[in-house]
């Protein structure tokens, strides 16, 4: 099976504007449910509140409960699907990168922490005394979306704003600050994460990194561990694995294309550091998903 790519284009009532959507969740389960009831990824943000319902969520290869107050956001590329025990209801949302960057030139969609490092957990269990407002707020934005008002393109991404601004603030106020070091420690670890991303497939060891910022691989460990508690060699062997386990399931059949892709020498060195990382084998890993 490989895991397709969705776009907004696809999902019925999306055409309303190019490239946002908006739709209660029961109803954006009924038209498409022939995209969604089976795993895949998307080329577009995504946000989902959950006001009724239970189930599983599974976000690249990590599975979270659905209940009430459930939060959910995806960034480009992430595979995922759900299973619900009893039926979901709430409000979803997803827009481009170029949708949102029409008139927030000012700031990223990374300036957000839950889209912001591949480290910070992508859901959100909201208080029950915050999901009154953040219901009015989803709704105001789903009703916004249906209606053909006067600069409604810009309104949208008002509300979107404000929606990610209150959800920030809900996703850090239990989060104690101080464990994550000087700021200077924050802006290196952002500029690592930079790194990684672009360079991963070819570089996994810390020393390449660590002279691209400037500073020695010690100095590095010591960012990386007082800020996610993790070696850097740790932190480099995630965003490798995460794209093996993306790879084996979207591209089933030849998995040596894969070790190929990831830049490593044979296929056997792969197997075995897929194996030393998740306790199973790549082969054993893609039979889970066929």
């Keep these: 099976m490989k895991i397709p790519v969705l776009h907004i ?3 019925r009532e999306s055409k309303r504007l190019n490239e946002v959507y908006f ?11 022939e995209l969604i009831d089976k795993p895949h990824s998307h080329d577009f943000y995504l946000c989902v509140l959950f006001l009724e319902g239970q189930g599983i969520h599974e976000i690249d290869f990590e599975t979270y409960s659905i209940s009430p107050g459930s939060i959910f956001f995806l960034k480009p590329g992430q595979t995922h699907f759900w299973k619900f025990e009893t039926q979901p209801e709430g409000f979803i949302f997803f827009h481009s990168k170029a949708f949102y960057d029409l008139y927030f ?15 910070n957990p992508p859901v959100l269990e909201a ?12 709704q ?29 603030r809900i996703y850090t106020a239990r989060i104690d600050l101080d464990k994550y070091g000087s700021p200077s ?37 010591r960012v990386v561990k007082k800020t996610i508690n993790k070696t850097t060699s740790e932190l480099i062997s995630d965003r490798v694995v995460l794209e093996a386990k993306r790879l084996i399931v979207h591209s089933p059949g030849n998995l040596a294309e894969v070790a190929y892709a990831l830049e490593f020498s044979d296929y056997a060195y792969f197997s075995k550091f897929f194996k030393t990382k998740t306790g199973i084998t790549p082969a054993a890993f893609q039979k889970t998903y066929l």
């Design 9 to 11: 284009q696809q999902f």
């Design 23 to 33: 739709n209660s969740f029961s109803h954006h389960m009924t038209l498409n449910r």
């Design 105 to 119: 030139l000012g700031h990223k969609l990374s300036v957000f922490p839950f889209y912001c490092s591949q480290q």
């Design 127 to 138: 208080p029950p005394e915050e999901l009154i407002s953040l219901r009015q707020k989803f």
């Design 140 to 168: 105001e934005a789903c009703l916004e979306y249906r209606e053909n008002s006067m600069l409604r393109e810009m309104k949208i991404l008002n509300l979107i704003n404000g929606i990610y601004i209150e959800l920030s």
């Design 185 to 221: 420690y924050s802006t290196l670890f952002d500029r690592l994460e930079d790194l990684i991303q672009k360079n991963f497939r070819e570089e996994k060891f810390p020393k390449f990194y660590a002279d691209q910022l400037n500073i020695t691989t010690k100095h590095l460990n």
